[in-house]
């Protein structure tokens, strides 16, 4: 693995990644849907918020440790659910959780990952985290979270906001699929990554192993992104939650919510925890960014349940100003994505030192000890509308 101690930056190690990984790999991870503007401002509305920097403040003994679901975690970052990471480099899911691990935060694996639940669960000790697609085939959604449940999964982290899947113009030009099809293009992007290519050959992980073998039918690996697609559920609703809670038993964090009146549905329905996200800016173009949403969100529900921060968290200083405005915690998803890239799971552990350098550094020049008391008090709170919204009754 190459020498990470000199990249300082997640956008540094998105540079390293680019170099490294097929293109049709690395665009598939950053990239947003149609004009991807709502990815751009997931990370442009984040530049808006300054921080209020105090002085003359004892810094001696600061403290990042916090809690996610009750967990005690060393620092408010989670690991997002990222489709195909074992695309950005062999077995990237599993190296994924073992630098989660390592650092001590929750790590959470994707329906659609190449590494499947139990791969991950037999390559490391801590529970981690499930991210659950319903489809339509609720049978195999059942055995699903069964699988879940036996790998001794803590939370399920159900997305909603995947009933229809958003184009992404770069995949089509691509021609992404996964398994990769292998076109005259194809190859040819395969073969300028030639480290690569040797890491990929000594894994047999090269599919969506959480749904290869488990589907009922017979389905050729060349169809199963077709088949995938066709099985998102457009009849997914509120009602659907207490069904996966009852199935699956505990904590269920309801992800992909970005208007209030969602949000409170979401807590009425059962949720333990929600995540405002907007799937990255991959599903609906011109949806606002997380972090505009976030202070009317924690307003309608912070009282009753946790709320995480999901989208454009690219440094420390961003999960200063998501706590401010409210979040229990954050995710990350490109970042990982790119460690893993740009280095498996020392590129992962790297991303994550940075972020908590970052982090340290920028709680300290606003003048806090312990990151439980970074609030809106640690930012001018009206760098970025809208105000927050009244609570309701």
Known sequence: MPNLDKILTVA???????????????????SGSYTEGTYRANESDFNKISLRQKVAVNLEGRNLKTTML???????????????????????????????????????????????????????????????????????????????????????????????????????????????????YSIFQMMQHPIWCARMLGTKRHTFRNIVGHVDGNHDLASLSAWTASQFDPTLNWADVAWVKKRFGGPVIVKGVLDREDAIAAVENGADAVIVSNHGGRQLDGAPSTIRVLPEIVDAIGKRTEVYLDSGIRSGQDVIKALAYGAKGTFIGRPMLYGLGAGGQAGVARVLEIIRKELDTTMALCGERDILNVGLHNIYSNDIPPRRAPLAG
């Open 12 to 30: 540094e190690m998105k540079g390293k990644a680019r170099r490294a990984v097929p293109k049709m790999f690395f665009e598939y991870a950053d």
């Open 70 to 184: 009750g967990k005690t975690i060393t620092m408010p970052v989670a690991i997002a659910p990222a489709a195909t990471g074992g695309m950005q480099i062999a077995d990237g899911e599993i190296k994924a959780a073992k630098a989660a691990e390592a650092f001590g935060i929750p790590f959470t694996l994707s329906t659609m990952s190449v590494c499947s639940i139990e791969d991950v669960a037999e390559n490391t000790t801590a529970p981690f985290w499930f991210q659950l697609y319903v489809m339509r085939d609720r049978g195999f959604i059942e055995r699903l979270i069964d699988r879940a449940k036996a790998a001794k999964c803590s939370a399920l982290v159900l997305t909603m906001d995947l009933q229809i899947l958003g184009q992404r113009h770069k995949d089509i030009h691509n021609g992404l699929a996964t398994p990769p099809k292998f076109t005259p």
